[in-house]
Every structure is written in C-alpha cells, then in structure tokens.
C-alpha cells in the first residue's frame, strides 16, 4: 500500500473513534438532564403500574437514579467531549495529510501509551495488548513518514 493509503486508514480510523466518543460524550450529557425525564417515568410507574411488579420497577428506577447521582456523568461526559474532539482533530489533519494534523497525532498518541501499558499491567486482556501494539505501530509508522518528509 502506499503512504496516502494508510494515512488514510489511520485517519479513517482515528475519526470513527471521534465520532464514537462524540456520541458517548453527548449520551453522557443529556443523562445529566436526565432529571425530568426520570421524574416522568417514575411517576408514570406509580400511578400506571400499581401491579405487584410495579413495586420492584420502581425500586429499581429509584436505584438507577442514585447510581447515576451527581457530578460524575458529566464530568465523565466533558472528558469524552474533549477526547472526541481530539480525535476529530487528528483524524481530519492526518486525512489532509497535514504535517500538523500527523505531529498532533504522533504526540496523543504517544503520550497516551504509557496509560495504557500501566492499565495493561493491572488488568492484561488480548484486546488492550492489541490496542498498545497498533497504537505503537501507528506512532511508529507517523514518525517514519515526517522523518521522510522532512528529508
């Protein structure tokens, strides 16, 4: 394959992972306002649903409101927002083969591997030892084509 393929690639890649996280990022969000909604539905339950399985739904709603209590959802949610949009970034840069869009791209996910070997080392799975491997290639990989352009 060429270089402008597997830039490609990589780029193709990086902007699913962005549109991905957008997506968990905006989920995350709107379950913040989640409140009025879940008001709703409770009460629906209670008056609707006074069956003997009315009660357990309930209690499990009521559950479910008090997991998902406080400010971590959005916390979590403006941290995907802002992984997203890196991503986004990268992915659109190293698309329009733009030196920038690959520095950008070298350096995330660079900075990124040494997370992801100390998440590895405390819990090992195939999948995460994939993730390091293809994410290590592609930095690899980045680095070779601007050492080539830069000669």
């Known amino acids: ?24 990022a905006i989920g995350m ?10 008001d709703a539905l409770v009460g629906w339950v ?12 309930f209690s499990a ?5 008090l997991l998902l209590a406080g400010n971590h959802l959005r916390a979590l949610g403006l941290l995907a ?10 992915g659109i840069g ?8 690959e520095w950008l791209m070298v350096i995330a996910t660079a900075g990124l591997i040494p997370l992801e070997i100390a998440e590895t080392l405390s819990r090992p799975s195939a999948a995460k030892l994939a993730l390091i491997a293809a994410n290590g290639a592609i930095v690899l ?11």
């Open 81 to 90: 927002l802002v992984y997203a949009a890196l991503f986004l970034v990268e």
């Open 29 to 38: 969000l709107v379950l913040e306002l989640r409140q009025a909604w879940f």
């Open 46 to 57: 209670a008056a609707e649903l006074l069956l003997p399985h009315g009660n357990v739904l």
């Open 61 to 65: 709603l009521r559950e479910l409101d």
């Open 1 to 24: 394959m060429r270089h402008g393929t597997w830039l490609r690639l990589i780029a193709g890649l990086k902007l699913a992972e962005g549109i991905l996280l957008l997506a968990v």
């Open 141 to 151: 990989y980045l680095i070779r084509v601007l050492r080539r352009r830069h000669a």
């Open 94 to 101: 190293v698309w329009l083969e733009r030196r920038w869009g």
